[in-house]
């Protein structure tokens, strides 16, 4: 449901500027509103998961994203929109870092990139189903039921956790500060391969969102729906990839999704480049999508395993800040490369990049002679 959000509000824009009277520059405010505390308030809220428990967090944050739905639901005012925007914001990230962190604690022995395979799996689902619940719901009931229908199970699920999730003793707080802590997990080894993967593959992604749209109807002419249903294809591939991601690299090793969803991206980037046509650019972003989920089904795992089982919650808010940082980078640069040069020239110097990065991941895992079995 976290990643639902964020794309329920997309098909409703149009009926937002009609209640609201607001202009693009003002839609695109409410769209982002959403992010801020996201990249505000991720690493407290992951502290958070690690002193006062997850089962708290996880209810605080459903709760949150219960009553930011609400208010958008009943205004018509877009002050109060923006406002119910950041407010499911800071609900998602504490929800979504709390359930990550429950994921990893419970996965039986030898299955935590499975299970975390599965979580994320759940992630590209809600990708998918957030804006069709916008957009048929808005059509069928009005436009307060998809924002009701998201209070409504909130509400529910924060019940749900209440019931079924045990109590939690409060955990004793960490000696370590939370940037020593962070500094010591991320700066070498698995840590540091985990990082420069989740940023890098976001920032891929937020590249690709950004120049792939506008090229395909610069140079095919596709209509928005032709290409939203090709992105829909990529998250389609996404989604079964994850867990056989995580499996691959529970049973081998991570190395080997971490290499081979690295020159995959590389290689479906390459070729948005190289086939001028609709087939080659699904061909293109089905590779885009399984590739992204072979990356992050090592990067995830890898970086919960630097931080370990006493800060996890921090490690999860930690992932949480990387990947937003990456995709909100991503379309920047992806923006000024095609107004300087091409989308083309976007293309081949993001694939060189996520290429190198795979050599660099080859290089590193042949330089190290003390990685853990399960690295």
């Known amino acids: 449901m976290d990643t639902a959000l964020l794309g329920v509000i997309a098909p409703l824009l149009p009926d937002i500027e009609d209640r609201t009277g607001a202009g693009e ?72 870092i709390a359930a990550l962190a429950v994921v990893s604690d419970l996965a039986p022995p030898g299955k935590r ?10 992630t590209s689902v809600g990708s998918i189903a957030g804006p069709a619940l916008g957009g048929v719901t808005a059509d069928v009931l009005g436009f307060a039921a998809p924002f009701l229908i998201v209070c409504g199970a909130s509400v529910a699920l924060a019940l749900a956790v209440v019931a079924v999730f045990p109590a939690e003793a409060r955990r004793a707080a960490s000696e370590n500060p939370a940037w020593r802590t962070i500094a010591r997990s991320t700066r070498s080894g698995i840590g540091a391969v985990a990082t420069a993967i989740t940023f890098g593959v976001a920032g891929a992604l937020g590249v690709v969102e950004l120049v792939a749209p506008l090229d395909l109807d610069a140079r095919l002419g596709l209509s928005s729906t032709a290409i939203g249903l090709l992105f829909a294809l990529s998250i389609a591939v996404d989604a079964p990839m994850s867990p056989l991601g995580g499996r691959w690299g529970d049973r081998r090793g991570r190395r080997g999704p971490a290499v081979a969803g690295l020159a995959t991206l590389a290689a479906s980037v390459a070729l948005l480049a190289v086939l001028a046509s609709t087939l080659g650019a699904a061909l293109a972003l089905g590779l885009f999508g399984a590739g992204f989920s072979l990356s992050m089904a090592a990067a ?18 930690m992932l949480n800040l990387l990947y937003s940082a990456g995709y909100a980078l991503g379309p920047l640069i992806g923006g000024g490369v095609l107004e300087l040069r091409s989308a083309d020239f976007a293309y081949l110097g993001t694939a060189a990049l996520l290429a190198a990065g795979a050599i660099a991941v080859v290089a590193w895992a042949r330089a190290s002679t003390t990685i853990a079995p399960s690295s």
């Open 25 to 96: 520059g003002a839609l695109g405010i409410s769209i982002s509103a959403y992010a801020v505390p996201v990249m505000l308030f991720s690493l407290p809220l992951g502290r958070a998961a690690d002193m006062i428990g997850r089962r708290w967090l996880l209810v605080g944050g459903l709760l949150l994203t219960g009553a930011g739905s609400g208010l958008i639901a009943v205004t018509e005012s877009l002050h109060v929109l923006i406002a119910g925007r950041a407010v499911q914001g800071l609900g998602s990230a504490a929800s979504w």
């Open 113 to 122: 990139g499975e299970s975390i395979g599965i979580a994320l799996a759940a």
């Open 300 to 317: 995830v795992p890898w970086l919960d395993e630097a931080f370990g089982a006493l800060e996890r919650g921090l490690g999860y808010g």
